[in-house]
């Protein structure tokens, strides 16, 4: 099983990131999949998530209308799309793969993301 984050990086505030979360060695379709993040010295936030039929997608209120989260299942391949972003979105971003049934979820290691002028 591998989750793979890649796209972060460092912008300046009001810039825009698109990360992208590469996955293989488990059926993606049957996952919901979330979005998290962890700030230096802080703990682990969830961001946004999706069902696992991209059906809904749902988002902490610190980046509703700024962040949009996606799936193409063909690819196995979760995005989210970043903009406006600001100095406390810096963070390690990470993404999680939650059964919808019973089994065991798995975790990327993460993409740093900064902003800063």
């Known amino acids: 099983v591998r989750l793979v984050e890649s796209g972060g990086g460092m912008v300046q505030p009001g810039g825009s990131l698109r990360l992208s979360c590469a996955t293989s060695?488990?059926?993606?379709?049957?996952?919901?999949m979330i979005w998290g993040r962890q700030a230096p010295g802080k703990d682990p936030e969830w961001v946004s998530g999706?069902?696992?039929?991209?059906?809904?997608?749902y988002y902490t209120d610190s980046v509703k209308g700024r962040f949009t989260m996606s799936r193409d299942n063909a690819k196995n391949t979760l995005y989210l799309e970043m903009n406006s972003l600001k100095p406390e979105d810096t963070a390690l971003y990470f993404c999680?793969?939650?059964?919808?049934?019973?089994?065991?979820?798995?975790w990327g290691q993460g993409t740093q993301v900064t902003v800063s002028s």
């Open positions: 999680k793969a939650r059964p919808v049934r019973n089994g065991l979820e798995y």
């Open positions: 060695g488990f059926i993606f379709s049957n996952y919901d």
């Open positions: 999706i069902y696992n039929n991209g059906a809904r997608t």
